[in-house]
């Protein structure tokens, strides 16, 4: 019953640092192929029946401020050959209707996004021809300052959104392109939310209340992002989950438990794993296989159909269906 009940749900994931992994393997490791140490692959996707997964062009701190936009570009590129290699398991999504297709197609839809903001260089014109390129979503900042914002990792100026960085929502927001807000300071998380003209997703970024990380969001920003008929993507690294060492699935469960109960309803939360990008996993959600335990575990909580099929992937694409048009 469950597992009939997650092949039918649409599974959407909003964050993997996977492209960096194979990037840097120089050709190592590839998509198509069962990869034993790592998170990501097309196997296990189609195991976990992942049906949208963010692939996340993540700009390391070596390169930055001034080689940013090549290695984005080499990032993009990285994905666009796995797309080319992989046509029959792998759609690129560049709208709502390209979800569709997929799902009609048994692909797995693939969403272009950029983690860090320095790879526009502090030019909208790279904004732009992201765009281009297929890139959908944009994290403003990763931990650091940059030229859009503050990062959560220095925040004691109390800054937030720059001139430019207001001007970038708008550009984005015209562009229908969907503006990602984990990592951000809190200042700069409610900029955005005062200037946006769409729904935002916070795609890896946990509640505050349960672990009292700098990286998870307060109650009061849960509430915004509510408001602002956003989303945020449950992350599985265990230092975002839990305030002791070792991370289970039911920490997973109980995050989005803690936000459901917050808002008094299930359409606000969604998963963004942050697999390949963190180094250990909770026990029981190893890798992208294990996304049909995640809904196992939330039925054994009384969850029903509805509202898994919210968690799953409905909220993450409602947003889409409305940036992305
Ligand atoms: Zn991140």
């Known amino acids: 019953m469950s597992g009939l009940l997650h092949s039918q749900a649409v599974v959407v994931d909003t964050h993997c640092d996977t492209i960096l992994k194979v990037l840097n393997s120089r050709g190592e490791y590839r998509l198509r192929d069962l990869h034993q140490e790592e998170h990501v692959d097309i196997p296990r996707l189609r195991q976990g029946k992942v049906d949208v997964q963010f692939f996340a062009a993540y700009i390391g701190a070596e390169y930055k401020p001034d080689r940013a936009v090549k290695r984005t570009?080499?990032?993009?590129?990285?994905?666009h050959q796995e797309l080319d290699a992989n046509?029959?398991?792998?759609?690129?999504?560049?709208?709502?209707?390209?979800?569709?297709?997929?799902?009609?197609?048994n692909q797995i839809g693939v969403l272009?996004?950029?983690e860090g903001g320095e790879a526009l260089e502090g030019d909208l014109a790279c904004l732009r021809m992201y765009h281009r390129l297929g890139?959908?979503?944009?994290?403003?900042?990763?931990?650091e300052r940059n030229q859009i914002a503050e990062g959560v990792g220095e925040c004691r100026s109390g800054?937030?959104?720059?001139?430019?960085?207001?001007?970038?929502?708008?550009?984005?927001?015209?562009?229908?392109?969907?503006?990602?807000?984990?990592?951000?300071?809190?200042?700069g998380f409610f900029d955005v939310l005062a200037v946006t003209q769409h729904p935002t997703i916070a795609s890896h970024s946990n509640a505050r209340t349960v672990c009292g990380h700098v990286r998870n969001l307060t109650d009061k920003q849960i509430r915004a992002l509510a408001a602002n008929g956003g989303v945020m993507g449950i992350n599985f690294a265990p230092e975002f989950l839990v305030e002791h060492d070792r991370a289970t699935l039911d920490d997973v469960v109980a995050h989005i438990e803690y936000i459901v109960n917050l808002l008094g309803n299930s359409k606000h939360v969604g998963l963004g794993g942050d697999l390949?990008?963190?180094g250990t996993t909770p026990e029981g959600l190893e890798d992208a296989s294990k996304y049909p335990a995640l809904t196992d575990a939330l039925l054994r909580r009384g969850y029903g159909e509805e509202a898994l099929r919210d968690i799953l992937g409905q909220n993450h694409l409602r947003v889409m269906r409305t940036v992305l048009g």
Do not use: Y
């Not at 570009?73 to 994905?79: E, F, K, M, S, Y």
């Not at 430019?164 to 200042?187: Q, T, Y």
């Open 135 to 143: 890139v959908r979503a944009v994290g403003l900042t990763w931990n």
């Open 159 to 187: 800054g937030g959104l720059t001139d430019f960085g207001v001007s970038v929502v708008a550009e984005m927001n015209r562009l229908r392109m969907i503006v990602d807000v984990s990592h951000i300071s809190e200042p």
């Open 276 to 278: 390949d990008g963190i």
């Open 73 to 79: 570009l080499q990032l993009l590129d990285c994905v």
């Open 87 to 105: 046509q029959g398991d792998l759609r690129l999504i560049l709208n709502a209707a390209d979800v569709d297709a997929a799902q009609s197609n």
């Open 112 to 114: 272009l996004s950029i």
